[in-house]
Nanobody, 113 residues
Framework: QVQLVESGGGLVQPGGSLRLSCVAS????????MGWYRQAPGKERELVAT???????NYANSVKGRFTISRNNAKNTVYLQMNSLKPDDTAVYYC???????WGQGTQVTVSS
């Protein structure tokens, strides 16, 4: 059974940084496009960033230049480095194996002074 486990969320002041991690079980991590989503209270879940098996990346306009997605296939892990955080970035962040129903449980990120 595939499992995705996120970590690294927390409370940070505006302008601060956090690094999220998502560890995937199983030995087929390397063949999947991976993505990070987020869902703020009262809003729909939105796609934040994706990374292909060849490390090509794509970002939502709202996070371009501030967030960086990366992956380590040897560790079955995808990361989301978040810099210059804003209160609008407050949300639960989820990782997903794209084009599948496999999602992590989510990790809360709160940006507040």
């Amino acid at each position: 059974q595939v499992q995705l486990v996120e970590s690294g969320g927390g409370l940070v002041q505006p302008g601060g940084s956090l690094r999220l991690s998502c560890v995937a079980s199983g030995n087929i991590f390397g063949i999947y496009v991976m993505g990070w989503y987020r869902q703020a209270p009262g809003k729909e879940r939105e796609l934040v960033a994706t990374i292909t098996t060849g490390h090509a990346t794509n970002y939502a306009n709202s996070v371009k230049g501030r967030f960086t997605i990366s992956r380590n296939n040897a560790k079955n892990t995808v990361y989301l480095q978040m810099n210059s955080l804003k209160p609008d970035d407050t949300a639960v962040y989820y990782c997903r194996k794209m084009n599948t129903d496999y999602w992590g449980q989510g990790t809360q990120v709160t940006v507040s002074s």
